[in-house]
C-alpha cells in the first residue's frame, strides 16, 4: 500500500473510532519473555536480542539507547538526553534523570540583543543552542546499578549498526531531506560526515557513519571517559570552538546524571508511576488524572463533547501551572505537595463548567502554534522477570541544533531552548514559563517528557510514553484514560485519536477524525476554538493481560518504522 493509501485507511480508523467510541484492534503481538517497543524496528532488534541473550530489560535500554543514535539520528542520541523510569520485578521503581545542563557559562539573558529582545533562533539552531549531554553518563548509571550483562556488549550493536550501515527507510530519508539545506548551513565547510551532501537522500540508501563507530568504540572501551573525556571530549570543545558555543571541558568532565525518587500517584486502582522534576511530565499527568477521576470522566463516551471539554478545561489550567511553578528543582523550590494536594487541586477545578468554556485570555503569552514533530523518542522494555523501563530521549528538536561534532559523525542537542529564554516568551512548543525555568549556569531544562509506569492492583500494569513535546503529557494522560476509562488495550490505546490542549494558545489541538463532525459543532458553540493537526504524539505502550503475557504496540499508525518485538 502506498503511503497517502495507507494514511487515508488509517485516518478513516480514527474517524471511525470517533464516532463509535472505540474501535476493537485485535491484539497479536502476545509474548511471554519480554517485549522492546522503539521508534524503529532495527533498535527494536538490538533490544530483543538482548533480551534473548539473557540480559534484563535495563540491559536492553542502554543497547537500545546507543542504537537509535545511528538508525534515529533526528532524536535518538549520545550527545542530547533523557529520563527512564523504573520499575523492578520486586515492585521497587526509581527514576534516572540524565537531561542536557546550561553550561558553566551560559546566562539568564543569553538569547536576548541589547535591547531585551529573543534574537530569534539562538535558543534553537547552531552552538549556543547545546545542553550540556547527559545520555552516555545516563547509560553508564542505569547499567551500575541494574545492568547484568558487560558494558562492551550493550555498546557492540550501535557499533556494529554504524560500521555496516543502516539502510534508509522511506521516512527517513524524508527527514533528513526536509532537513538537508539547515543541516548543511549550520556545517558550512565540513564535509566527512554521512549526514552532509548536496544531493538528497534515497530510500534504500545505505548510510555508514565511521566517526560514530570510533567514538562508540570509545564508550565501549573506556566508559563515561570516552565521551565526556579524552578525544571524544577535545572534538565537542573543538566544535564548540568552531561555532562560539559555550560548552566547556569541565562542563563536560563534571556532568553527572541524577537518580531521583520516581513520582507516585493514584488513579483509581492504578498505581503511576513518572518522573519527577526538572520534568514537568509526572506531576501535570498526575494533576489530570486527579481532575480525571474527579469529574468521574469514565461516565462520558469516547470522543463525545463533555470527555473532550473536560479534557481541555483541565488541560487549561495544569499547564499555566506548569509555565508558574515548575523548573529544575536543583535550583527552584518547586511546590510539587501543594500541587498535588487535593485541596487545591478541589479548588483549582471548582470552576469548570461542563456547559461553558473558560478563557486564557487575560494571562500574557506569545502566540506560537504548537508543531507537529516527532524529534524526541520514547522506548519501552519489559523482560522476562517482569523489570521494566520506560525511556523519553531526545535532542529536542529534529536533528538537534543541527551540528554535527566534526569528527564525531553525531548531532548536537538545542535543549537549550526548553528553558524559559525570556518570561512569557513561548518556546518552540508555545510552552511559556517564568522565573521557575529561567536560564542559570548549569541548571536543567524544564522538561515535559513523561515516561511512566503503571501498576494495576499491585502488579505491572502498562509501561508508556510518547515523543511530542508540549503534546507528551497529554498523550500520555489520553493513553492512561483510555485504557484504565475506556477499556482499550495496548493497541486500543495507541491508535485512538488524541487532542492537545495547553492553556495557551487557548485552542483545541485534534488529530484528523478525532472530533466527530457533531462533536466539533457542539465545542466551537462553547466557544472552543479546533485547530487540526496530523498527529498528536507517538505512543510506545506494553500491557500485561491477565494472564501475565505482555502485549506490545507500537505506533505504526503514525510512524511506519516503529515497531514492537517481543518473544
Ligand atoms: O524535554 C522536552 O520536553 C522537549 N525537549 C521534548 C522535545 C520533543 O518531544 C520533541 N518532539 N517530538
Same mark, same amino acid.
Not at 480525571?292 to 469514565?298: C, D, L, R, V
Not at 489541538?509 to 478525532?514: D, H, K, M, R, V
Not at 501475565?548 to 514492537?564: E, F, P, V
Given at each position: 500500500?502506498?503511503?497517502?493509501?495507507?494514511?487515508?485507511?488509517?485516518?478513516?480508523?480514527?474517524?471511525?473510532?470517533?464516532?463509535?467510541?472505540?474501535?476493537?484492534?485485535?491484539?497479536?503481538?502476545?509474548?511471554?519473555?519480554?517485549?522492546?517497543?522503539?521508534?524503529?524496528?532495527?533498535?527494536?532488534?538490538?533490544?530483543?536480542?538482548?533480551?534473548?541473550?539473557?540480559?534484563?530489560?535495563?540491559?536492553?535500554?542502554?543497547?537500545?539507547?546507543?542504537?537509535?543514535?545511528?538508525?534515529?539520528?533526528?532524536?535518538?542520541?549520545?550527545?542530547?538526553?533523557?529520563?527512564?523510569?523504573?520499575?523492578?520485578?520486586?515492585?521497587?521503581?526509581?527514576?534516572?534523570?540524565?537531561?542536557?545542563?546550561?553550561?558553566?557559562?551560559?546566562?539568564?539573558?543569553?538569547?536576548?540583543?541589547?535591547?531585551?529582545?529573543?534574537?530569534?533562533?539562538?535558543?534553537?539552531?547552531?552552538?549556543?543552542?547545546?545542553?550540556?549531554?547527559?545520555?552516555?553518563?545516563?547509560?553508564?548509571?542505569?547499567?551500575?546499578?541494574?545492568?547484568?550483562?558487560?558494558?562492551?556488549?550493550?555498546?557492540?550493536?550501535?557499533?556494529?549498526?554504524?560500521?555496516?550501515?543502516?539502510?534508509?527507510?522511506?521516512?527517513?530519508?524524508?527527514?533528513?531531506?526536509?532537513?538537508?539545506?539547515?543541516?548543511?548551513?549550520?556545517?558550512?565547510?565540513?564535509?566527512?560526515?554521512?549526514?552532509?551532501?548536496?544531493?538528497?537522500?534515497?530510500?534504500?540508501?545505505?548510510?555508514?557513519?565511521?566517526?560514530?563507530?570510533?567514538?562508540?568504540?570509545?564508550?565501549?572501551?573506556?566508559?563515561?571517559?570516552?565521551?565526556?573525556?579524552?578525544?571524544?571530549?577535545?572534538?565537542?570543545?573543538?566544535?564548540?570552538?568552531?561555532?562560539?558555543?559555550?560548552?566547556?571541558?569541565?562542563?563536560?568532565?563534571?556532568?553527572?546524571?541524577?537518580?531521583?525518587?520516581?513520582?507516585?500517584?493514584?488513579?483509581?486502582?492504578?498505581?503511576?508511576?513518572?518522573?519527577?522534576?526538572?520534568?514537568?511530565?509526572?506531576?501535570?499527568?498526575?494533576?489530570?488524572?486527579?481532575?480525571?477521576?474527579?469529574?468521574?470522566?469514565?461516565?462520558?463516551?469516547?470522543?463525545?463533547?463533555?470527555?473532550?471539554?473536560?479534557?481541555?478545561?483541565?488541560?487549561?489550567?495544569?499547564?499555566?501551572?506548569?509555565?508558574?511553578?515548575?523548573?529544575?528543582?536543583?535550583?527552584?523550590?518547586?511546590?510539587?505537595?501543594?500541587?498535588?494536594?487535593?485541596?487545591?487541586?478541589?479548588?483549582?477545578?471548582?470552576?469548570?463548567?461542563?456547559?461553558?468554556?473558560?478563557?486564557?485570555?487575560?494571562?500574557?503569552?506569545?502566540?506560537?502554534?504548537?508543531?507537529?514533530?516527532?524529534?524526541?523518542?520514547?522506548?519501552?522494555?519489559?523482560?522476562?522477570?517482569?523489570?521494566?523501563?520506560?525511556?523519553?530521549?531526545?535532542?529536542?528538536?529534529?536533528?538537534?541544533?543541527?551540528?554535527?561534532?566534526?569528527?564525531?559523525?553525531?548531532?548536537?542537542?538545542?535543549?537549550?531552548?526548553?528553558?524559559? &529564554?525570556? @518570561?512569557?516568551?513561548? !518556546?518552540?512548543?508555545?510552552? %511559556?514559563?517564568? =522565573?521557575? +525555568? $529561567?536560564? #542559570?549556569?548549569?541548571?536543567?531544562?524544564?522538561?515535559?517528557?513523561?515516561?511512566?509506569?503503571?501498576?494495576?492492583?499491585?502488579?505491572?500494569?502498562?509501561?508508556?510514553?510518547?515523543?511530542?513535546?508540549?503534546?507528551? &503529557?497529554? @498523550?500520555?494522560?489520553? !493513553?492512561?484514560?483510555?485504557? %484504565?476509562?475506556? =477499556?482499550? +488495550? $495496548?493497541? #486500543?490505546?495507541?491508535?485512538?485519536?488524541?487532542?492537545?490542549?495547553?492553556?495557551?494558545?487557548?485552542?483545541?489541538?485534534?488529530?484528523?477524525?478525532?472530533?466527530?463532525?457533531?462533536?466539533?459543532?457542539?465545542?466551537?458553540?462553547?466557544?472552543?476554538?479546533?485547530?487540526?493537526?496530523?498527529?498528536?504524539?507517538?505512543?510506545? +505502550?506494553?500491557?500485561?493481560?491477565?494472564?501475565?503475557?505482555?502485549?506490545?504496540?507500537?505506533?505504526?499508525?503514525?510512524?511506519?518504522?516503529?515497531?514492537?518485538?517481543?518473544?
Amino acid at each position: 500500500m502506498n503511503l497517502k493509501k495507507t494514511l487515508s485507511v488509517a485516518l478513516a480508523a480514527l474517524f471511525l473510532m470517533a464516532c463509535n467510541g472505540k474501535q476493537a484492534v485485535q491484539i497479536n503481538n502476545v509474548h511471554k519473555n519480554g517485549v522492546v517497543v522503539t521508534a524503529h524496528f532495527l533498535s527494536s532488534e538490538v533490544g530483543s536480542d538482548i533480551l534473548k541473550q539473557g540480559g534484563n530489560a535495563f540491559d536492553a535500554a542502554v543497547a537500545v539507547q546507543f542504537a537509535l543514535a545511528v538508525v534515529y539520528p533526528r532524536a535518538g542520541n549520545i550527545a542530547g538526553g533523557g529520563f527512564a523510569v523504573i520499575r523492578t520485578a520486586k515492585g521497587e521503581s526509581e527514576s534516572l534523570d540524565f537531561r542536557e545542563k546550561a553550561p558553566k557559562a551560559a546566562s539568564e539573558r543569553m538569547y536576548l540583543d541589547a535591547n531585551g529582545n529573543v534574537i530569534e533562533g539562538l535558543s534553537q539552531t547552531g552552538h549556543l543552542a547545546v545542553g550540556v549531554p547527559g545520555s552516555v553518563d545516563g547509560m553508564v548509571k542505569l547499567h551500575q546499578k541494574y545492568g547484568s550483562l558487560g558494558w562492551e556488549k550493550l555498546v557492540q550493536p550501535a557499533i556494529n549498526l554504524a560500521k555496516n550501515g543502516v539502510t534508509l527507510t522511506k521516512l527517513e530519508a524524508e527527514k533528513l531531506n526536509a532537513y538537508r539545506e539547515r543541516i548543511n548551513q549550520a556545517n558550512a565547510g565540513k564535509t566527512n560526515c554521512c549526514y552532509i551532501k548536496d544531493a538528497d537522500f534515497i530510500t534504500g540508501e545505505l548510510i555508514k557513519n565511521p566517526e560514530l563507530e570510533n567514538v562508540l568504540i570509545r564508550i565501549k572501551n573506556q566508559g563515561r571517559n570516552g565521551f565526556y573525556e579524552g578525544e571524544t571530549a577535545e572534538l565537542i570543545i573543538s566544535e564548540m570552538q568552531r561555532g562560539k558555543g559555550l560548552i566547556s571541558k569541565e562542563d563536560l568532565k563534571e556532568y553527572q546524571a541524577v537518580w531521583r525518587p520516581a513520582l507516585i500517584g493514584k488513579y483509581r486502582n492504578c498505581k503511576i508511576i513518572s518522573m519527577p522534576p526538572p520534568s514537568s511530565g509526572g506531576i501535570a499527568l498526575m494533576q489530570l488524572l486527579n481532575g480525571a477521576e474527579k469529574f468521574n470522566m469514565g461516565q462520558y463516551q469516547f470522543g463525545s463533547l463533555e470527555h473532550i471539554h473536560l479534557m481541555v478545561e483541565l488541560e487549561r489550567r495544569v499547564y499555566a501551572d506548569r509555565a508558574t511553578w515548575l523548573g529544575d528543582p536543583d535550583y527552584c523550590s518547586v511546590p510539587k505537595d501543594k500541587l498535588l494536594s487535593d485541596e487545591y487541586l478541589t479548588n483549582r477545578y471548582s470552576n469548570i463548567a461542563m456547559n461553558s468554556k473558560s478563557n486564557s485570555q487575560d494571562i500574557k503569552a506569545g502566540n506560537v502554534e504548537v508543531i507537529e514533530s516527532f524529534e524526541t523518542t520514547h522506548f519501552s522494555i519489559v523482560d522476562k522477570w517482569g523489570n521494566a523501563v520506560s525511556v523519553t530521549t531526545t535532542l529536542n528538536g529534529n536533528y538537534g541544533s543541527k551540528v554535527i561534532v566534526e569528527g564525531g559523525g553525531f548531532f548536537l542537542n538545542n535543549e537549550m531552548d526548553d528553558f524559559s &529564554i525570556k @518570561s512569557g516568551i513561548p !518556546n518552540q512548543f508555545g510552552l %511559556v514559563g517564568g =522565573k521557575a +525555568n $529561567a536560564i #542559570e549556569p548549569e541548571k536543567r531544562m524544564l522538561s515535559s517528557m513523561t515516561p511512566t509506569i503503571i501498576e494495576k492492583n499491585g502488579k505491572l500494569f502498562m509501561v508508556t510514553g510518547s515523543p511530542g513535546g508540549s503534546t507528551i &503529557i497529554t @498523550s500520555v494522560f489520553q !493513553n492512561i484514560i483510555n485504557a %484504565v476509562e475506556f =477499556k482499550m +488495550n $495496548a493497541q #486500543e490505546c495507541v491508535n485512538a485519536p488524541r487532542i492537545h490542549s495547553q492553556w495557551l494558545p487557548d485552542k483545541v489541538y485534534a488529530e484528523t477524525g478525532a472530533i466527530s463532525p457533531v462533536v466539533k459543532k457542539e465545542l466551537q458553540n462553547l466557544g472552543h476554538i479546533i485547530q487540526e493537526q496530523s498527529r498528536i504524539g507517538m505512543m510506545a +505502550n506494553i500491557s500485561v493481560n491477565p494472564k501475565g503475557q505482555y502485549i506490545g504496540a507500537a505506533d505504526t499508525l503514525r510512524h511506519a518504522d516503529s515497531k514492537a518485538i517481543g518473544y
